[in-house]
């Protein structure tokens, strides 16, 4: 789903990040981020990611840098935050990281 205001898209993904739909996630990515200035990207509902899904995200991360349309993870789900834990990738996308009450404890 995305949602759209004049300057920022929210595109909400809620599939798994796997290299199962990686070719269609890389297109659905990519799409976005081309075709805003501005994208928020909501992992919140990510229920499954592996480091096909890490590729993706870089992929789409290096592409809004490249053509200056910025990209912002505004919501993580645990398995998400679980494999940027493992990968040392939550500084490289430098967004905040918001853990919800019910995932500390």
């Known amino acids: ?61 290096r592409e809004s840098q490249r053509i200056g349309h910025p990209m912002r993870i505004v919501a993580h789900s645990q398995a998400v935050r679980a494999v940027l834990e493992a990968y040392s990738m939550l500084n490289y996308f430098g967004d905040p990281l918001v853990i919800p009450a019910e995932d500390r404890r």
């Open 1 to 61: 789903m995305t949602e759209s205001t004049d300057e920022v898209a929210r595109l909400t993904i809620a599939d798994d990040l796997t290299i199962y739909n990686a070719v269609d996630m890389k297109q659905r990515l990519l799409e976005a981020v081309r075709s805003r200035h501005a994208l928020d990207l909501d992992l919140s509902g990510v229920g499954d990611m592996d480091t096909a899904g890490i590729q993706i995200l870089v992929l789409a991360k």
